[in-house]
């Protein structure tokens, strides 16, 4: 819901006329800008601006998963991030003043934040808010685009299918005025057997209307499918031999799930990681996405494929999490609990204490309830950092207003 990781983002690309976007940002900005003061509450100690509700969301989460009780002031922070519509923007400078036409919200940040409150609990109106306003943006497809209006993409659907089922819908009751599901929307846009790719998912057509395997989409796509958020465990696996089925109309989330997830396992299956690539530069492992592959994975029922890639990030995500700051430190800990590894002991380093140190008082949140179940793992370190980077700018429902759209990756991973 990446937005979906790197220390370094390279380049915004200016996109004329387009409306849609695909899951925010998972990770920090690389550098604090010169002349912000960072808000007391916040995660990290990086520029907020286009990640700063999608990286405290994560972190609070994945400090509840843990049995950790996040600082107040950090849930404070959150909350106040909302507008009076229920929906939230990527960062607010001055939450206190009124949200507008031009404050770019976005259902990314919406959804994270939705997820993020129902797990804390307590917080009055704000997720039923926060829920209304998502139901009130859904596509006649059934599915969600990053901004309101913007054409569906899996990433989006996916994170706000998350977001539905924490607080406590069914998604497949939650019908567009056309009376299409957030199913629907995601088997449209599973790539077909025959086609290269088959199984995966895209993240949207591209303009001649075709779908191009995706790794992270599919990622997400697994776990929209499978009605689970960022938090999930081991599942089962889906019954049925096929790993690709279609089916036209009885094509049914689980056989979007299990091919998905296949497509996940054969991607991973060499080197134990999922690669990006900048135009013109060697493919790079990513690190991010390799995390939600594992969650996927795990979640699918296919733990033993995951279990390489699990042991690739306790090997080599040390330096990627430690520049890349709370978000990658979220990531990893629900790679952790999805596949029952102990995030206090993730290859050597303690994810729980790392996220801790990026909050508000520096890791002094109350532990609540520290038992986790606990693995014997490799400690190798080869300090790999991956690169992803920003790719467009956007107009906003054809108002004329940039806002960042999606880092993540959408080349399909060479195998």
Known sequence: MKIRRSATVLAATAVIGAACAPVALAAESPSPSPSKTLPSGLFGSTDPTYDGVWRQSLALLAQHTVGVKPAETAVNWLVAQQCESGAFAPYRAN?????????????????????????????????????AWLKS?????????????????????SVVIGALVAAGEKPQQVLSKDGESPYQALRALSVPCDEDGGGAFAFQPDKKGNLAANADATAAGVLGSLGKGFVTESGKAAA???????GGDKFTPEDGARGGSAYLASAVAKDGYLKSALAGAEDQPDHGNTADAVVALAAAGRTTEAAKPLAWLEKNSRSWAAQSGPAAYAQLIFAAHATGTNPRDFGGVDLVKQLGSSGPEGGNATVTDTAVPSKEKEQDEDGGVSVWWIIGVGLVGGMGV???????NKKQPKQ
């Open 95 to 131: 939450a206190s003043a009124k949200c507008d036409a031009k404050t770019l919200v976005d259902t990314n940040s919406t959804a994270a934040a939705l997820q993020a409150l129902e797990a804390l609990g307590g917080h009055g109106a704000a997720p039923d808010k926060a829920l």
């Open 137 to 157: 943006v859904q596509n006649k497809d059934g599915g969600w685009g990053y901004a309101a209006g913007g054409a569906s993409d899996t990433n989006s659907t």
């Open 240 to 246: 049925g031999d096929s790993a690709c089925a279609d």
């Open 402 to 408: 940039g806002f960042l759209i999606s880092s993540r």
